[in-house]
C-alpha cells in the first residue's frame, strides 16, 4: 500500500508526508505513478479545485482503496455526498482534509481570477454568515488548517481494516 497525492501549493503534500510518517507508507506525486504497480493499493489525496479532486482521474488507473480530499472549508463543500458524487467515488472510503491556501495577493493566474471571483460573490451575499466571512478573511489573508489530528480517522479506518503498512 501506497500513498499518492496531487498538490499545487504544498498543503496537500504536508498531509502525505504526516500521513506516511505515521505509517510509514511510501508516498508519490501522481507524477511519479508510473512507479507504481498495477495491483498496488493507494490511498490518494488530492487537492479540491471548485469540488472537483484533483489529480485522481489520473490515479483512476490504478487502486485505489480510499480517497481525501483537501479544502480550506471547515467540511467538505457543499457536503459529503455531493461530493462524492461529483468525483464519483461513491463505494470507496472518502475523507475530508482542511487543507490551506496562500494569501491571495501571491496566487497568479487563473486561480487566482476564481478565487477573486468567489470573494466577490461571497461580500455581496444576503448571507453575510460567519462562515462566509472566514471563507472570505482566509482567502484574502492565507490560512493553514493543516492538523495531524485531521488524518485520525484515516488511521483509524485503517487500524479497522487492519490493513498492514
Ligand atoms: C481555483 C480554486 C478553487 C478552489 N475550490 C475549492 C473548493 O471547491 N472547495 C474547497 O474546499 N477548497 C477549494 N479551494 C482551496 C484548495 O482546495 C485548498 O486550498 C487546498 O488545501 C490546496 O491544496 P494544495 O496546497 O495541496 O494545492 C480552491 C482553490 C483554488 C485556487
Not at 476564481?114 to 444576503?126: A, C, D, G, P, T
Request: proline share 4%; glycine share 10%.
Amino acid at each position: 500500500m501506497v500513498i499518492v497525492y496531487e498538490s499545487k501549493t504544498g498543503f496537500t503534500k504536508k498531509y502525505a508526508d504526516m500521513l506516511s510518517g505515521m505509517t510509514s507508507l511510501k508516498s508519490y506525486p501522481t507524477e511519479d505513478l508510473s512507479k507504481i504497480g498495477p495491483q498496488e493499493e493507494i490511498i490518494f489525496l488530492g487537492w479540491m479545485k471548485v469540488g472537483k479532486i484533483q489529480g485522481l482521474s489520473k490515479a483512476r488507473t490504478r487502486r485505489i482503496i480510499a480517497v481525501c480530499g483537501s479544502g480550506t472549508g471547515r467540511t467538505a463543500e457543499p457536503d459529503l455526498d455531493t461530493v462524492m458524487a461529483r468525483n464519483k467515488i461513491e463505494g470507496i472510503p472518502f475523507f475530508y482534509l482542511r487543507g490551506g491556501c496562500h494569501p491571495l495577493s501571491e496566487i497568479k493566474g487563473l486561480d487566482k481570477l476564481m478565487l477573486s471571483m468567489l470573494v466577490r460573490i461571497l461580500k455581496k451575499s444576503e448571507s453575510g454568515d460567519e462562515k462566509n466571512a472566514e471563507t472570505i478573511y482566509n482567502i484574502e489573508n492565507g490560512f493553514d488548517g493543516v492538523r495531524e489530528e485531521n488524518l485520525e480517522p484515516i488511521i483509524d479506518w485503517l487500524n479497522t481494516k487492519s490493513y498492514e503498512y
